[in-house]
């Protein structure tokens, strides 16, 4: 049996000490010129050592980055994670087999474009079948869907 731990928060804009990143995240946290993107940065990155440090030791919560840009763990192999950003949430998912994750929070947006690029024949259709009311709702819950699951498989749309 695999188990996967999964967290998730809502920035409430509260105070966070950036001091508890180690050095070279903090040099990476420097790098972003977004206060946004680097509380979002800030955050995400507490949240993954929250949800990894009762399974492992916080010598090896030590996070590189792959040539492709897909974070992992130097001294925690066979650990898999994945995050997540959308309007101040973070979610967090780790395992030890491949795993992804992702949310959206579901706004009007023109998707039909996303749609006919990435969406798979059958997907298509349940959107145009859909109630109009309910459209947009189905898009974000198939496009969550097929996010979490590429980021599972480490392969890009």
Known sequence: MTTAYIAW????????????LLPAEQ????????PERQRSFLLSRLLLRKLLRPHL???SLIFKRAESGR???????GWHFSLSHSAGGIAAIA?????????EVPRK???????????????????Q???????????FRLWTL???SVKALGEGL
């Open 9 to 20: 928060l809502q920035d409430d804009g509260s105070a966070v000490d950036s001091s508890l």
């Open 71 to 77: 974070l992992f763990l130097e001294e925690a192999q």
């Open 109 to 127: 947006a023109s998707f039909e474009s996303v749609a006919s690029r990435y969406f798979a024949e059958a997907e298509k259709k349940a959107l």
């Open 27 to 34: 040099a990476e946290l420097a790098g972003f010129r977004s």
């Open 57 to 59: 030791p916080s010598s």
């Open 146 to 148: 097929k996010e979490a």
């Open 129 to 139: 079948e859909a109630p109009t009311d309910q459209r947009v709702e189905l898009f």
């Open 95 to 103: 395992c030890t087999q491949p795993c992804g994750i992702d949310i």
